[in-house]
């Protein structure tokens, strides 16, 4: 007599990312309540489970949801603001002023766009760095059916020569009180597919009480810190000039460094602070499209192989659709698995195999999450995406496909995925959203905002 199963994918390319990086040419994944039974040979899996919900996954690849592991949701109305402009100037003169002209109900639609854009191109979940709308990004997440983690953008100090809205900025009191209610809401929410961790915004816009409040509270809370820190070339000049340290370093005397801190970007450490992340596990997420476009140098400097030689844990991020210019985690990868290999005359230093790993099991390492997520294995939730390979491009049997993936392939290949057990995306339609009406609102608010901070579209060349 076969066990029951909710639902099993059958007949798919299986790439577990297990422990042993196990592939099933023809495998199948059972799938009961939100968690995955077994991954196995299709003939036997089909043999052992039945179920009223078969998904036939012929030409395609089975591949555990890809973990976007920084992305701010709420700058998506933003997009285009910060094209072909210095980093200072991006954050400082348009995202900071941005985000103090927008409004709850934006907030949410544009963590709604952000949300079913991931989805469109496999990510199933993400971590936010912070904003201010928070509740309404955990609403947007909770509606779409996605997994991620949340935070308030905590931020207490102004660096004198660069001028930030004066709202961004609040005392210890307000930003732990706010920090620590949305622990306290989102945490755990949505039968533990919302959790929620404290960000320090910046490592130049928090002072050092701030530092060591939310260093105690997060560890009385036990969640992670997300931050940003050493993202581009001058940021650690910067540092020095505020506090008298390197960016790392000032973390590290702040008795920051742990298995609980994440730090965005970090394109500009030393290799004694590459070495004490190493020591004390602290996480890094690599935004490789986002530095490109803005001219961050993190490739550049390149400092992020030398950590993942190191054995630092280093995710995937997009940052935001606008510093990236696209969500596609898909391509994320071929910018991550070849950026570095120019940079370093090396053909090796980075391969389609890693830059998968780090938008999976490493993206789960790095949200504290990897012992349910990030790999197809019994007992873990069911994030799951199946990608079409039947249309050219991948029409090359001789190839691994996992390179194909990577090197050849995008988010519009992404035909289904399941988050926590559920459907919410079958055939390319996204079912949790009207995806036309996301797309209006998000149209309309964009338009709203930008009127209202007083930026307009600006044409390189004449328009009528």
Not at 99 to 124: D, I, N, Q, W, Y
Request: glycine share 10%.
């Amino acid at each position: 007599m076969r066990s029951p199963a909710d639902l099993v994918i059958a007949h798919g390319y299986v790439v577990t990312m297990n422990q042993t990086r196990q592939v099933h040419r023809d495998g199948a994944v059972a799938v009961t309540g939100n968690r995955i039974a077994e991954v196995g040979p299709a003939a036997e899996m089909l043999a052992k489970y039945e179920s009223p919900h078969v998904i036939h996954a012929d030409g395609m690849m089975v591949l555990p949801g890809l973990i976007d592991g920084h992305n701010h949701p709420t700058s998506y109305l933003a997009t285009g603001l910060t094209d072909d402009l210095d980093v200072r100037t991006s954050v400082f003169k348009r995202l900071y002023p941005y985000e103090s002209a927008l409004r709850p109900e934006e907030a949410h639609v544009a963590a709604l766009g952000t949300f079913v854009e991931m989805v469109k191109s496999g990510t199933t979940c993400f971590n936010d760095p912070g904003g201010y709308d928070v509740d309404h990004v955990g609403e947007a997440a909770r509606i779409v059916g996605i997994r991620g983690i949340i935070s308030r953008s905590l931020r207490d100090f102004v660096d004198p020569n660069m001028v930030a809205s004066g709202a961004l900025v609040e005392d210890v009191e307000t930003c732990l009180r706010e920090g620590d209610g949305i622990l306290k809401r989102w945490n755990g929410a949505e039968n533990g597919r919302i959790r929620a961790w404290l960000s320090l915004r910046n490592v130049v816009c928090v002072s050092d009480e701030l530092c060591k409040q939310v260093r105690d509270l997060a560890k009385q809370r036990k969640v992670g810190i997300h931050t940003h820190v050493a993202s581009a070339k001058g940021a650690n000049e910067v540092t020095m000039r505020l506090f008298g340290k390197q960016a790392l370093t000032r973390y590290y005397e702040l008795g920051l460094f742990g298995s609980n801190l994440y730090c965005a970007h970090v394109g500009f450490p030393d290799v004694a602070e590459i070495d004490l992340l190493k020591q004390h596990d602290v996480k890094v997420a690599h935004c490789p499209a986002a530095s490109q476009l803005g001219a961050m140098g993190v490739i550049a400097n390149g400092m992020i192989p030398k950590m993942m030689q190191k054995g630092v844990t280093v995710s995937l991020g997009s940052d935001t659709a606008g510093a990236a210019g696209f969500l596609d985690l898909i391509r994320t990868m071929y910018v991550a698995a070849c950026a570095h290999r120019d940079a370093h005359f090396d053909p090796q230093i980075m391969d389609a195999t890693k830059a998968l790993e780090m938008a999976t099991i490493d993206g789960a390492r790095a949200c504290l999450w990897h012992d349910e997520i990030g790999s197809l294995e019994p007992n873990k939730l069911a994030d799951i995406i199946l990608v079409d390979r039947s249309g050219f491009g991948w029409a090359h049997p001789a190839r691994d496909p996992v390179r194909s993936l990577v090197y050849s392939g995008t988010g519009d290949s992404v035909d289904t995925v399941i988050i926590d057990g559920r459907v919410v995306m079958r055939k390319r339609v996204v079912l949790t959203v009207d995806e036309e009406d996301v797309m209006r609102r998000v149209s309309d608010a964009e338009m709203a905002v930008m009127q209202r901070s007083g930026f307009g579209t600006e044409l390189r060349w004449p328009g009528m």
